[in-house]
């Protein structure tokens, strides 16, 4: 278990080693995609709302003007009976 | 609405701003030892790094007191491992001899200290596997082979498997 971590603490030396610095550009160049990311996500939702809206408007006109609760009139004559 | 929006957007700049001083120059570090590139020339880790970045501030209002450092982390180590399969190796710096999927386990348990069950389930691994894998990337990094680094064809055992999302 020490040699295992006398192993370890020797790799993480190896990969803390030489350190570049940071460029200023990264965080403009996320800030600007990440923008893009939320602004093309809040137009989705938008959208996905608008076609929600429609649907509804639209089965809503159709059940008032097909009124599918209403029962059809019968075709058929009933059988006559008790006469 | 609208103003309610403007105090968000300037509460997400200031934030990620003061996050992306305190935290991508470690992360810079990470994705450059994940390309093998080296320090002061690692356009492709800038790469990485910078979409990772983006990502996480698109979800920064949604983090729900998640740590940002971790969302950023996991980001840069998911498109690392989505994208490994054409990264090419031997570009130089410390980790030119390991395969993808070896380096982005030895960074994320010794760099980041990340636990070996936690890089299980980021990369849908199972433990054993990962625990192997660490054990041989210290090994080529303690021992590393001699001469040029071996050109492994793609799909082969240092390849990266498919993670899935």
């Known amino acids: 278990m020490n040699a295992q971590a006398r192993r370890e603490r020797e790799v993480r030396a190896v990969l803390e080693a030489a350190q570049g610095a940071l460029p200023p550009e990264i965080h403009a160049e996320a800030v600007r995609r990440g923008g893009r990311i939320l602004r093309r996500r809040r137009v989705l939702r938008r959208l996905t709302w608008l076609a929600l809206c429609l649907a509804m408007t639209v089965f809503f006109v159709w059940a008032l003007l097909a009124r599918p609760w209403v029962e059809p009139p019968s075709g058929t004559t009933p059988p006559l009976t008790g006469w | 609405m609208r103003e309610r929006r403007a105090f968000q957007d300037a509460r997400r700049a200031r934030e990620f701003e003061a ?11 990470a994705a450059t030892l994940l390309t093998t590139e080296p320090a002061d020339d690692n356009p492709r880790a800038r790469k990485l790094l910078t979409s990772a970045l983006a990502q996480t501030y698109a979800s920064w ?9 971790d969302r ?17 190796r031997g570009y130089g710096g410390v980790l030119r001899h390991l395969g993808p999927q070896e380096r982005l386990i030895l960074v994320l348990r010794l760099y ?3 636990g070996e069950e936690q890089v299980a ?14 054990a041989r990337a210290m090994a080529l990094v303690l021992h590393p082979p001699r001469g040029p680094a071996p050109a492994a064809p793609l799909g082969d055992a240092g390849a990266l498997e498919e993670v899935p999302s």
């Open chain 2, 61 to 69: 209002d949604r983090l729900r007191g998640e740590d940002p450092y």
């Open chain 2, 112 to 114: 980041e200290g990340v």
């Open chain 2, 121 to 134: 389930a980021l990369l849908g691994l199972p433990m054993e596997r990962v625990h192997a894998i660490h």
């Open chain 2, 72 to 88: 950023a982390r996991k980001e840069l180590a998911l498109r690392f491992a989505r994208a490994a399969w054409h990264q090419h």
């Open chain 2, 19 to 29: 996050f992306v001083a305190g935290a991508a120059g470690r992360l810079l570090h």
